[in-house]
């Protein structure tokens, strides 16, 4: 699985070489690009998925968010679950 901060190459090359093992099994991304501006930064999963890079059974979101905001809210909710 993989947990994508955003876009650019990080992300092309996550979801590049993925396909070569039969593609993530689990795919969240957390970008503020949107779809319409045709970059990959804002490509949406099911992008992913006609290529192969995300298997169609894959659990998979991609949340429309600023990264510096929503980050700690994540890691906090991790951290709360992990210790209960």
Same mark, same amino acid.
């Not at 993989?2 to 070489?17: D, V, Y």
């Not at 930064?41 to 890079?53: D, F």
């Given at each position: 699985? @993989? %947990?994508? =901060?955003?876009?650019?190459?990080?992300?092309?090359?996550? &979801?590049?070489?993925?396909?070569? $093992? +039969?593609?993530?099994?689990? @795919? %969240?991304? =957390?970008?503020?690009?949107?779809?319409?501006?045709?970059? &990959?930064?804002?490509?949406?999963? $099911? +992008?992913?998925?006609?290529?192969?890079?995300?298997?169609?059974?894959?659990?998979?979101?991609?949340?429309?968010?600023?990264?510096?905001?929503?980050?700690?809210?994540?890691?906090?909710?991790?951290?709360?679950?992990?210790?209960?």
């Amino acid at each position: 699985g @993989a %947990f994508m =901060i955003g876009g650019g190459i990080s992300k092309h090359h996550t &979801l590049w070489w993925n396909q070569y $093992r +039969e593609g993530l099994d689990y @795919a %969240f991304y =957390i970008t503020t690009a949107q779809e319409f501006d045709g970059s &990959l930064s804002g490509a949406l999963v $099911r +992008e992913a998925i006609s290529w192969g890079k995300v298997t169609q059974k894959a659990k998979q979101s991609t949340l429309h968010a600023e990264v510096t905001t929503i980050l700690p809210f994540i890691y906090a909710a991790l951290l709360s679950k992990l210790q209960n």
